[in-house]
């Protein structure tokens, strides 16, 4: 999830996406393949690219708070 969401932040862009994760790009090419697999590639249209970036920024924002009264 990670991946992806770094992935559509960095404008779908790759080589900017692997250097925010810290790998190569065709290691970012893998992931995203096995985006592809799971989510098929309906993902990358730009309606359901859009759905998935809100979708995962929603969710990283629903998790549980930080600090002492989090955990």
Known sequence: METLRVFLDHGRRPRPAATALAMHVNTLYQRLAAGDRLLRE????????????????LSAASGPPDGPEGG
């Open 42 to 57: 309906s993902w990358r249209s730009p309606q359901r690219a859009l759905e998935l970036h809100m979708l995962l920024h």
